[in-house]
């Protein structure tokens, strides 16, 4: 199954630096990893939080990866209000340690989307952050 994940400047710096194969552990208080099942979706949380958010470094970066099929069965896809677009997968943050397990290749970056705010250099062939390139293992 391919999945994308929004994820802020911080958090894509700690995937870079697993090598591009695992998202960071959950915070206390992120009890759900939910990574979405439609770039639309993706795309409208980089778009309209994390661009315009402090903690997300004022930058949204939408990730893809394919997870597993039979792995990634025993979660069930959540089905939120407004549309058919809006479907996560919920995976307890207990256990992401082995969702991360069975990502198949390496997580990909598919679009940067930069707010007014966002300090930093930017590669101008991968369009990625230097502070994420320096982290890459």
């Not at 597993?68 to 809006?86: A, E, K, M, N």
């Not at 479907?87 to 390496?106: C, T």
Request: charged fraction near 20%.
């Amino acid at each position: 199954m391919i999945l994308y994940r929004p994820v802020g400047l911080k958090e894509l710096e700690l995937i870079a630096a697993s090598g591009w194969l695992a998202f960071p552990p959950r915070f206390m208080w992120q009890p759900i990893f939910y990574p979405v099942v439609t770039i639309e979706y993706a795309r409208q949380i980089a778009t309209q939080w994390n661009r315009n958010e402090n903690a997300a470094g004022f930058a949204g970066f939408i990730t893809t990866f394919t997870i597993d099929d039979t792995y990634v069965s025993r979660f069930l896809i959540q089905q939120l209000g407004g549309g058919p677009i809006y479907r996560e997968l919920w995976v307890p943050a207990e256990e992401l340690a082995e969702f991360n397990r069975h990502i198949v290749g390496k997580i990909e970056v598919i679009e940067c989307i930069y707010g007014e705010h966002f300090v930093g250099e930017i590669d101008p062939v991968s369009q990625l952050p230097l502070s994420v390139l320096s982290s890459s293992s």
